[in-house]
C-alpha cells in the first residue's frame, strides 16, 4: 500500500486489563506480544506454527446478536493480535497464581504430577480452563477433545488425564467405578492392592480444591458495549512493512478486494500465519474480513446447509452435529462422514480458529474437506464488486497447489452442502503419520448413487488429496463403472483402473509413492465393503461380504488413556516427617502451573538487548568461495554479522582428535552447518536478515549421507569397537540352525518442547561473561565459551533455572551455540539473546543416531541361542560428538537380560555429510537392545515358537551371573519383573484371545510382545561418575542447596530436596533450590545416563551430614532447642553454616581389548508387555494395552519414578512406530517442525497403561536402595514394534507368505501397510530401484 493511512486503535482485554495499542503491527502475534510487551511469560512458544500446542490462550468475544459470550482456546502463535479487536484474551497468570489463589485446573495437574519439565503446562492447563468455562463437568471424552493439540514430551499424558478427569462426574472419572465398585472421587482415595504396603495412590482426591465456576474472570462489561455500539468503520493497522484492513462489511470487503487484488486475505491464520513464521513468506497487505457478517452465516435450506465461509471449523463441527441430531438419518449422511473427519481434524485450538473458507481456499491436497465437498457436489458462492456466482467445488476449481480458479478480486461468500438423497452413499477416509492432529498422507471422499432398489451404479465421485499437487479425481474409473453393478467384479475393474489413472511418479513429492497409491485401492476396497453392507441392509445386495472382513469397517476408538499404578509403601517405622520414598510433587509444579515458573527465555528483556539467528549451510559438502553480508547488514535493525574472524579465541577445537568447529570457515560438511550468525534487533529482523546472507559454494565430493554408502566409502569415526564373549565360530560350528538379518532403526528428534536458548551478558569487566542457557552439562559450555573468547573459565558463569526438556540433547549441541551468542555478546558490547526456532533446532542440533544391525545367530530347535555375531553401524553425521560412547554404549547392551555364552558384537560410528548425531535418553541401549530383540524375534519364528519362550528359555536367572563384558550382577530381580509382568498383564490368556481375534478378522490383526530388560546406570567413563553440592544454612534456618545437575522435569531438585530434608530434619518447605550455577558448583558431570540422582544426591548427603555433624554438639548441648534456634547458637559459636558435598562415584571402565570391565554402577532391570492391534489396509495401528513392571530398588519418589517410566515408554513408542525423520537425497532435513515430525499425542499411549514398582527390591550399591530410571523405559517402545510385527505375520500367513520378513523402525504406517502383502500392494507395481531419484532416503 503506497501511502500512509490513518491507523485504528486496537483495544482488547488481558486477564481483565484493557490494551490500547496505538501502532499495532499487523505482523505481531499475541504470542510474542504477549511474552514481550505484556510481559507475561507464561504463555510458551514451542512451535510458532500451530503444532504443539504450548502457547494456548482463551479467547472469548461476545456477539451482540445472541447475546452470548463465546469462549474458546486458540494459539497465541498464530493469533494476530491485529485481529483480536474488541476480543477478551485470558492467559495461565490470569486465571491463578501461587501468590493468590491458584485455579483448581492448575491445582489439579500439580497434584496429579502431570507437570515435568512444566513447559507444556501452561498450554495444557488453558486447554482445559477453556473447556470448563464451556462445560463445567466435562465428559472424558470432552477432555480428549480439549487436550488433542497439545503435545507433552515428558509425561505420557496420563497423569494429565488423571489430575483432569477429577472434574468429570463420578461415573466418568474412572474405570474402577464400574461393577459396582465405588469411583475413587466417590471413597476419596485409592484402589487399594490386596498387599498391605502396596499402595496405587499417587495423589489424594480429598484435600483439592472445589471448583467453582462463578469465580472465574468475567467478560468485561466494556467490550460488550463496544461491540454493541459497532460503529461499523473500517479498522486499519499499519507497519513500515504491511498494513492491516478490516473492513466493515460486505460492499467494503469487495472494495478492497478490487483495489487491492493481490491483497491475502485472512481469517484464522492458520494457513498463512505458519507460513509467514517458518517460510518467511511476505504479505504486504493483509484483509481480515472477520466482521463481516454474511461470511459468518449458518443457514439450513431446503435441499442443504449454508455454511459461510468464515465459519470456523468449530462451528462447522457443532452445526454439522445439530443437523446430524435434527434432520433424518439418509439426508444426514453427508454430514456424519464430514464429523468423522472434522473429529480428528487438527486439534481443538486450530479448529476454533481455521475456517472452512481457507481450508478449501488454501488449495492445499493434503487438507481433508475438499475430497468430501467434492465428492458431495458441494459448490461455494463466489462475489466480487462485479456480481455472484455460484461455483462448483470440484477438480476444475483447484488449478495447482495452494491455487484455485478464484479470480483476484472475488472472495467466497459461502459454501452449499446439500443433503443426501436416497440411495446416496458416501464416506471419506484419510491415513497420517498420526491418527489425530496430522496432515493426512493420503485422503479421500467417495460417493456412489444408484438407481432406485438396485446395485446399479448411476454415478460415482471418487476424489483423493495426497497423490498429486491438487485435488485428483478418478474420472475415468468413475465414468467406466456408471451403470455397472456394485459386485466383486466392480470392485476387481474399478481397482484396475484405478491403479492406471492414480499416477505418481517415484521421486513424486511426498515420497511413499507406493504406499499412497496402496492407499487409494484400500480406501476404494473400505467404500466397497461399506456400500455392499447398506445395500445388503436394504435387501438389495447380493454380493458376498465374508464376516472376518466386517471389522475393516471399524475405525479405531481414540480413548483416554488410563491405567493403575503401584509402588511399596515406605516402612511404618519411617518418621512422618521424613519425605523420602513417599509420593511428593514436583516441588516447582505450582509454580509450573501458574506460568511462573521462569525458563532461560522468560528472562525479561534488558535495554540495547540484541536477537541472534544463525545462518546455515545449504549444501552438504562444498567448499565456500564467497559469503557476502552486505544486503543483511543493510536492512533495518541489523547491528552485526558474526562469523570465524570475530571469535578473539579458539574458533575449533579438538575433541578426541577430531575438529570441531564454531562457524564453518572454509568448508561446509552438512546442510544445516553454522556459517555465521546475523544480530539485530528483534528476532524477526534478524531472521529476515539472515535469510539474505549469500554464500556461494562449490560442490566438493564425496558427498554421501546413509549408512549403506559410508560402508562403500569404507567411512568410519575412530575408535572402532570389540565385544566378545566365549568362542563365537566354535559354537556355530555346533548349533542345530543359523539364522541372519538385519534391522534398521531410525533417528529420533528429542523435541524437548522449549529450544535451545542462549543470553549471553557481556559483564563489561576482566572480559566476565554471564549465560543464562538450556545446557544439561553447563561445565561443558562453561569450557568452551571461555575456549571461544579466550578467556579462563572462571571469568564465564553459566546459570540454568530449569529446562523445559533436555532428554541428551542439551548436553553438547549448546555448548557451540553458546559460544557463538557470546562471541556475538563479546563483538557488539551488548546483551545477545538466542532462541532457536524449531526448524533450526531441528536442523542445527540433531537427535539419536540412526542404527543399521547386522546379526548372525546359532540356536538349538528349542530356541536356545548358543551364539550371536553382530555388527552395529551407526550413522554419526559429520563430526564425532559422542558417538563413539553410543556406541560403546549399544555394544554393552548387546546382551539385554540373555545369558548367550558366545556373544560377539562389533561397532562402526559412520562418518556422514549429515548434521552431527548426538546424545538421546537411552545413548545407544535401545538400538544395542533391540538388535538383540530383533534376532530373538527371528529365532523364534524359525523355531515355531513365541518369542517370549525364547525370552524365557535365554534368560540370565542366577544370583550370580557375568555380563558379556565380565561384570557381576543378579539376576533375581530381572526374573521378577519378567515373571510379574507376565501374570499382571496376563499374558497367556491374551495370546490365545489374540490367536482366536485374528483367526476371526481378515483386515484387523493383534499381536502381543513382552521384553525384559538389564539396562546399565551411570557413565561406562569413570571421571564423569562423580557429583558435587553445595548447603547453605541460614541464620532464619532457611536451606539453599546447589548442585551440579540440572532439573528438567525428572524432578532431580525435588529428590535433592527430599534427600537434604530427610538429613538435616527440616521440612522440604524449608529448602530451597534456586538454580544450577557454574560459580556456585563447579566441574560437574552432565545431568545424563540416569545417573543424575545418585551422583548429585548423594553430594547433598555428604553436604548435609557434614553440617549436621558440625551441629551435633550444639544440638545435644541444647536439645530442647528448635531448629532455627540451634542454627542461631551454631552461628554464634562461629560453626561454619556452608558445606560442600562431593560424591566419588565407582570405578569404571572397560577394557576393549580384554572385552570386559565394570561398565556400570549398577543395572536396573524390568518388563513390559504391549498388546496391538493394526489395520491391514491403512497401516493405521492402534496401542491397546501396555502393563510395565519396574525394579526401581526403593523409590525415592514413586510418582517421579513411575512419572520417568509412562514418559520415557511414551517417548519411545514415538522411537519405534510414529517419528520418523525424512532427508532429500540432497542430505537436507524435510521434518523440521511439528507439521511434519510427529511425536506421540493422546491417542498414540495404551488405551491402558498400567506400571508397578517391583516391591522389595533392593541396590545395595546406592543411595537409599534407589536406582536410576530415566532411561530405561524408553526400549520398552519396542514392545509395541514387536507386537505390530507378530500382528503383520498373522496378516501375512493368511496370504501364505512367511512370518519372516524385514520391518525396520519406526513402524510407520506406510511400513505396516507395505509389510501387510495382499492383492492390492501387489497391484502397486514396484519401481526399480536407481532408476529414478526418490524424495526422501533412509540415512
Ligand atoms: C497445526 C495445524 C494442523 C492442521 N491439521 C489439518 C488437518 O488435519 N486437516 C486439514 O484439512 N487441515 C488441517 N489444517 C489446516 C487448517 O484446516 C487450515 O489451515 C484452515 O482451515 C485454514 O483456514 P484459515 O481461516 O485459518 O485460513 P487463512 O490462513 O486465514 O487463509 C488461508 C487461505 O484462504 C484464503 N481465504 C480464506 N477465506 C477466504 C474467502 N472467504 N475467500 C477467498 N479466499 C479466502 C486466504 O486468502 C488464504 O490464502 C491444520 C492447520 C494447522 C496449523
Ligand atoms: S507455539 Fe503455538 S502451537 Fe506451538
Ligand atoms: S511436562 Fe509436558 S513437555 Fe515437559
Redesign the pocket.
Known amino acids: 500500500m503506497s501511502s500512509p493511512i490513518k491507523c485504528s486503535e486496537l483495544i482488547f482485554f488481558v486477564n481483565g486489563k484493557k490494551i490500547t495499542e496505538k501502532n499495532a503491527d499487523p505482523e505481531e502475534m499475541l504470542l510474542n506480544y504477549l511474552r514481550k510487551k505484556v510481559r507475561l511469560s507464561g504463555t510458551k512458544f514451542g512451535c510458532g ?3 504443539c500446542g504450548a502457547c494456548t490462550v482463551m479467547v472469548s468475544r461476545y456477539d451482540p446478536v445472541q447475546g452470548t459470550v463465546r469462549h474458546f482456546s486458540a494459539n497465541g502463535c ?1 493469533l494476530p493480535i491485529c485481529s483480536l479487536h474488541g476480543a477478551a484474551v485470558v492467559t495461565v497468570e490470569g486465571i491463578g497464581s501461587t501468590k493468590t489463589k491458584l485455579h483448581p485446573v492448575q491445582e489439579r495437574i500439580a497434584k496429579a504430577h502431570g507437570s515435568q519439565c512444566g513447559f507444556c503446562t501452561p498450554g495444557m492447563v488453558m486447554s482445559m480452563y477453556t473447556l470448563l468455562r464451556n462445560k463445567p463437568q466435562p465428559s472424558l471424552e470432552d477432555i480428549r477433545e480439549a487436550l488433542g493439540g497439545n503435545l507433552c514430551r515428558c509425561t505420557g499424558y496420563r497423569p494429565i488425564i488423571d489430575g483432569f478427569k477429577t472434574f468429570c462426574g463420578a461415573s466418568e472419572c474412572c474405570q474402577n467405578g464400574e461393577g459396582g465398585n465405588k469411583c475413587c472421587v466417590e471413597n476419596g482415595s485409592t484402589h487399594q492392592d490386596e498387599d498391605a504396603d502396596i499402595s496405587d495412590e499417587l495423589f489424594r482426591m480429598d484435600d483439592l480444591l472445589p471448583f467453582d465456576p462463578s469465580q472465574d474472570l468475567i467478560f468485561p462489561p466494556q467490550l460488550m458495549l463496544m461491540a454493541q455500539k459497532q460503529d461499523g468503520g473500517r479498522l486499519c493497522f499499519q507497519s513500515d512493512r504491511v498494513t492491516w484492513i478490516s473492513p466493515r462489511d460486505l460492499s467494503d470487503l469487495l472494495e478492497l478486494k478490487a483495489a487491492h487484488p493481490d491483497a ?11 507460513k509467514m513464521f517458518v517460510k518467511g513468506a511476505y504479505h504486504p497487505v493483509l484483509i481480515s ?1 472477520g466482521r463481516v457478517l454474511e ?1 459468518h452465516i449458518v443457514k439450513r435450506v431446503k435441499n442443504g446447509v449454508i455454511l459461510g ?2 465459519c470456523t ?1 468449530s462451528m462447522v463441527k457443532d452445526e454439522l452435529e445439530r443437523a446430524v441430531q435434527e434432520l433424518d438419518q439418509e439426508k444426514s449422511k453427508v454430514y456424519q462422514t464430514l464429523l468423522q473427519t472434522l473429529r480428528c ?2 486439534g481443538k485450538q ?1 479448529r476454533n ?3 472452512i ?3 478449501i ?2 488449495a492445499n491436497p493434503k ?3 475438499n475430497c468430501i465437498l467434492a465428492a458431495a457436489d458441494c459448490s461455494l458462492l463466489v462475489m466480487s464488486k462485479g456480481g455472484t456466482r455460484e461455483v462448483p467445488l470440484n477438480e476444475e476449481f483447484f488449478t495447482g497447489f495452494g491455487k484455485t480458479s ?1 479470480r483476484p478480486d472475488e ?2 461468500l459461502s459454501v452449499h452442502i446439500p443433503h443426501s438423497r436416497p440411495w446416496e452413499f458416501i464416506s471419506a477416509f484419510r491415513q497420517a503419520q498420526r491418527r489425530e ?4 498422507i493420503v485422503n479421500a471422499g467417495m460417493k456412489v448413487a444408484f438407481a432406485e432398489d438396485t446395485d446399479v451404479v448411476e454415478s460415482l465421485n471418487v476424489y483423493y488429496g495426497g497423490v498429486g499437487p491438487t485435488l485428483f479425481r478418478a474420472a475415468h474409473t468413475c465414468e467406466e463403472l456408471a451403470g455397472r453393478s456394485w459386485d466383486g467384479e466392480l470392485l476387481g475393474e474399478a481397482c484396475r483402473l484405478l491403479g492406471d489413472e492414480v499416477t505418481l511418479s517415484p521421486s513424486a513429492h511426498g515420497g511413499k509413492v507406493e504406499f499412497r497409491k496402496t492407499l487409494t485401492l484400500s480406501f476404494l476396497f473400505k467404500f466397497y465393503m461399506q456400500v455392499v453392507l447398506e445395500l445388503r441392509e436394504r435387501g438389495v445386495s447380493v454380493s458376498d461380504l465374508p464376516q472376518e472382513y466386517l471389522s475393516a469397517l471399524k475405525p479405531f476408538r481414540n480413548e483416554v488413556p488410563q491405567g493403575q499404578q503401584s509402588y511399596q509403601l515406605v516402612s511404618e517405622n519411617q518418621s512422618s516427617e521424613d519425605p523420602v520414598g513417599r509420593p511428593k510433587v514436583h516441588h516447582s509444579s505450582f509454580q509450573q502451573a501458574t506460568g511462573e515458573a521462569k525458563y532461560s527465555d522468560d528472562t525479561p528483556t534488558v535495554q540495547d538487548e540484541l536477537f541472534l539467528v544463525m545462518v546455515t549451510s545449504t549444501r552438504a559438502h562444498a567448499k565456500m568461495i564467497s559469503v557476502d553480508e552486505s544486503e543483511a547488514l543493510s536492512m533495518p535493525g541489523v547491528v552485526a554479522y558474526v562469523s570465524a574472524r570475530d571469535v578473539p579465541g579458539q574458533n575449533r577445537r579438538m575433541v578426541f582428535d577430531n575438529p570441531e568447529e564454531l562457524f564453518a570457515e572454509e568448508e561446509v560438511i552438512c546442510v544445516g552447518q553454522i556459517i555465521g550468525a546475523i544480530v539485530a534487533k528483534t528476532r524477526e529482523q534478524a531472521k529476515r536478515a539472515a535469510a539474505k546472507v549469500k554464500v556461494t559454494y562449490e560442490d566438493l565430493s564425496p558427498v554421501f549421507f546413509t549408512i549403506e554408502e559410508a560402508i562403500q566409502h569404507q567411512s568410519f569415526f575412530n575408535p572402532k569397537r570389540k565385544l566378545e564373549r566365549g568362542n563365537v565360530d566354535e559354537a556355530f560350528e555346533k548349533v542345530d540352525r543359523i539364522l541372519e538379518g538385519e534391522i534398521y532403526m531410525g533417528g529420533q528428534e528429542h523435541f524437548y518442547m522449549e529450544t535451545h536458548v542462549i543470553i549471553a551478558a557481556p559483564r563489561g569487566e576482566d572480559g566476565e561473561m554471564d549465560l543464562y542457557l538450556t545446557s544439561q552439562h553447563s561445565a561443558l559450555t562453561q569450557e568452551v565459551v571461555g575456549l571461544a573468547l579466550g578467556v579462563d573459565s572462571n571469568k564465564i558463569t553459566c546459570h540454568v533455572k530449569r529446562l523445559g526438556g533436555g532428554f541428551g540433547g542439551k548436553v553438547m549441541k549448546i555448548a557451540p551455540l553458546s559460544a557463538i551468542t557470546a562471541t556475538a555478546a563479546h563483538k557488539t558490547g551488548r546483551v545477545v539473546r538466542c532462541v532457536l526456532d524449531r526448524g533450526d533446532d531441528m536442523l542445527i542440533t540433531s537427535g539419536r543416531h540412526p542404527f543399521l544391525g547386522k546379526y548372525k545367530v546359532g540356536f538349538m530347535n528349542d530356541g536356545t541361542i548358543l551364539a550371536a555375531d553382530m555388527s552395529f553401524y551407526s550413522n554419526g553425521g559429520c563430526t564425532l560428538d559422542q558417538s563413539p560412547f553410543v556406541m560403546e554404549k549399544a555394544l554393552l547392551h548387546m546382551d539385554n537380560g540373555y545369558k548367550i555364552p558366545n556373544l560377539r558384537g562389533r561397532g562402526f560410528v559412520c562418518m556422514t555429510y549429515l548434521p552431527s548425531y548426538t546424545a538421546f535418553r537411552g545413548f545407544g541401549g535401545p538400538q544395542g537392545l533391540t538388535m538383540m530383540e530383533s534376532a530373538v524375534h527371528e529365532v523364534a519364528v524359525k523355531c515355531g515358537l513365541t518369542p517370549e519362550q525364547v525370552r524365557d528359555i535365554n534368560l540370565y536367572r542366577d544370583e550370580i551371573c557375568y555380563t558379556h563384558h565380565k561384570q557381576l550382577f543378579s539376576a533375581r530381580d530381572m526374573v521378577r519383573c519378567w515373571e510379574q509382568c507376565l501374570e499382571r498383564s496376563a499374558y497367556h490368556n491374551r495370546r490365545l484371545a489374540i490367536a482366536q481375534f485374528n483367526a476371526n478378522n481378515r483386515w484387523k490383526k493383534r499381536g502381543i510382545c513382552a521384553v525384559p530388560i538389564k539396562f546399565g546406570v551411570g557413565f561406562s567413563k569413570w571421571f564423569f561418575n562423580q557429583g558435587a553440592a553445595l548447603v547453605n544454612i541460614f541464620r532464619d534456618g532457611s536451606v539453599l542447596v546447589s548442585h551440579g545437575g540440572t532439573e528438567m522435569g525428572q524432578g532431580l531438585n525435588t529428590k535433592a530436596m527430599q534427600i537434604a530434608s530427610r538429613i538435616l530434619k527440616v521440612p522440604m518447605s524449608s529448602i530451597h533450590i534456586k538454580e544450577t550455577c557454574t560459580g556456585n558448583v563447579p566441574n560437574a558431570a552432565p545431568s545424563a545416563a540416569s545417573f543424575g540422582t545418585d551422583a548429585v544426591g548423594m553430594a547433598v548427603k555428604d553436604a548435609c551430614e557434614k553440617l549436621m555433624k558440625r551441629l551435633e554438639p550444639v544440638m545435644k548441648e541444647y536439645p530442647k532447642h528448635t531448629w532455627r534456634q540451634w542454627i542461631g547458637e551454631a552461628y554464634c559459636q562461629r560453626i561454619s553454616l556452608s558445606s560442600t558435598g562431593f560424591f566419588m562415584g565407582p570405578y569404571t571402565d572397560v577394557d576393549w581389548d580384554k572385552s570386559e570391565g565394570m561398565a556400570y554402577y549398577y543395572f536396573t532391570f524390568g518388563a513390559c508387555c504391549s498388546e496391538v492391534e493394526i489395520d491391514c489396509l491403512t497401516g493405521d495401528h492402534k496401542n491397546i494395552r501396555t502393563d510395565i513392571v519396574m525394579d526401581v530398588g526403593r523409590s525415592l519418589n514413586p510418582a517421579l519414578d513411575i512419572g520417568q517410566i509412562e514418559g520415557g515408554f511414551v517417548q519411545g513408542v514415538g522411537l519405534y512406530t510414529i517419528e520418523e525423520l525424512q532427508f532429500s537425497p540432497d542430505g537436507v532435513l524435510m521434518t523440521s517442525g511439528p ?1 511434519q515430525y510427529k511425536i506421540p499425542v493422546m491417542c498414540d499411549v495404551p488405551s491402558q497403561l498400567n506400571v508397578h514398582l517391583l516391591a522389595n527390591a533392593e541396590n545395595p550399591h546406592a543411595l537409599y536402595s534407589a536406582k536410576g530410571v530415566g532411561e530405561p523405559p524408553v526400549f520398552f517402545g519396542c514392545t509395541i514394534f514387536f507386537a505390530i510385527k507378530e500382528a503383520i505375520a498373522a496378516a501375512r500367513r493368511e496370504s501364505g507368505l512367511s512370518c519372516s520378513f524385514p520391518l525396520n523402525s519406526p513402524a510407520t504406517a506406510e511400513r505396516i501397510r507395505m509389510a501387510c502383502i495382499d492383492q492390492f500392494t501387489q497391484m502397486v507395481p514396484s519401481p526399480e530401484p536407481g532408476t529414478f531419484k526418490p524424495w526422501a532416503i533412509d540415512v
Open positions: 506454527s500451530g503444532g498464530l491475502t486475505l485472512v481469517v484464522g491464520n492458520t494457513t498463512v500465519g505458519p474480513p461470511l465461509a468464515a471449523l481434524l487438527a486450530i480458529m481455521a475456517t473458507g481457507g481450508n481456499l488454501s487438507y481433508d474437506l478464484l472472495v467466497v492432529f496430522a496432515f493426512s507439521t
